[in-house]
Nanobody
Framework: QVQLAESGGGSVQAGGSLRLSCTPSGYIFSTYCVGWFRQLPGKAREGVAAVDGVGNTPYADSVKGRFTISKDNRKNTLYLQMNGLKAEDAAMYYC?????????????????WGRGTQVTVSS
């Protein structure tokens, strides 16, 4: 069982930046697709960005050019740098891990979920 611990959420004004962090309880970066999903109340969880052991990095169209996913293998930490935040980016953000390569941003392949970190964007 792998636990994913997120941090870095908070409240920011539109146009601002936040960086989310996720630290797995074990070393999984070489064999898992790890990434971020977000969810609004009453809505489905949607994929935001992910990265796998060979460097595939799918992004949702809505965040391309604004968000950057990265990982620091030495610190065993996954990051999501979010710039140019918009009101529609406000959501609960979840760290997630799926075994294998990142082929899609589908929640159906996720094996492990974090508990989430809230991002609020005020206009």
């Amino acid at each position: 069982q792998v636990q994913l611990a997120e941090s870095g959420g908070g409240s920011v004004q539109a146009g601002g930046s936040l960086r989310l962090s996720c630290t797995p309880s074990g070393y999984i970066f070489s064999t898992y697709c790890v990434g971020w999903f977000r969810q609004l109340p009453g809505k489905a969880r949607e994929g935001v960005a992910a990265v796998d052991g060979v460097g595939n990095t799918p992004y949702a169209d809505s965040v391309k050019g604004r968000f950057t996913i990265s990982k620091d293998n030495r610190k065993n930490t996954l990051y999501l740098q979010m710039n140019g935040l918009k009101a529609e980016d406000a959501a609960m953000y979840y760290c997630a891990a799926s075994y294998g390569y990142c082929r899609t941003l589908s929640s159906s392949t996720v094996k492990y979920w974090g508990r989430g970190t809230q991002v609020t964007v005020s206009s």
